[in-house]
């Protein structure tokens, strides 16, 4: 499976962002007035591949699962969403704000012995398990050897 890890720009500025803000002393020297940090991320994946399935587990600690979207389209499972930021709190309140808010993006190339009408999601408190399930004819099987 190959993965997709999308906007290297975004993560190159947010490293040089934080080493400035270090410098500094300062962890809003570059948020304007009134906005809290909002870009794109991605979310760490494991992909597990058993005898009968392959199996992609997403961290998404803060994500509502009706802000998940997942599509396979041309033997391509992607994986959208978006981590909104709790409006309830004022800025004014936050000492350091390290967690990442706003919308991903996840793209994997399906290998041909999977079956993708049968792929499953499950959401439950944070982590994502899509389950890929293997055609029949990709699953090893033992063929028994007979004594002539």
């Not at 009134?34 to 992909?47: E, N, R």
């Not at 944070?126 to 099987?141: F, Q, Y």
Request: glycine share 4%.
């Amino acid at each position: 499976m190959t993965l997709a890890k999308l906007n290297p720009v975004f993560t190159e500025f947010n490293l040089t962002k934080d080493r400035l803000n270090r410098l500094f002393g300062r962890d809003d020297l570059w948020e304007a007035e009134g906005t809290l940090a909002a870009t794109d991320w991605t979310p760490a994946v494991d992909v597990l591949e058993g005898e009968n399935e392959i199996v992609i587990k997403a961290e998404l600690p803060g994500v509502e699962p009706k802000d998940i979207a997942v599509n396979v389209d041309n033997n391509v499972l992607t994986l959208k969403g978006e981590r909104r930021f709790e409006k309830e709190v004022n800025k004014e309140n936050y000492y350091r704000m390290e967690r990442t808010y706003g919308t991903f993006s996840r793209s994997f190339s399906l290998p041909a012995f999977v079956d993708p009408a049968t792929v499953r999601a499950e959401y439950k408190d944070g982590p994502l398990r899509l389950v890929l399930p293997k055609k029949e004819a990709a699953k090893t099987r033992r063929i028994e050897v007979k004594a002539a």
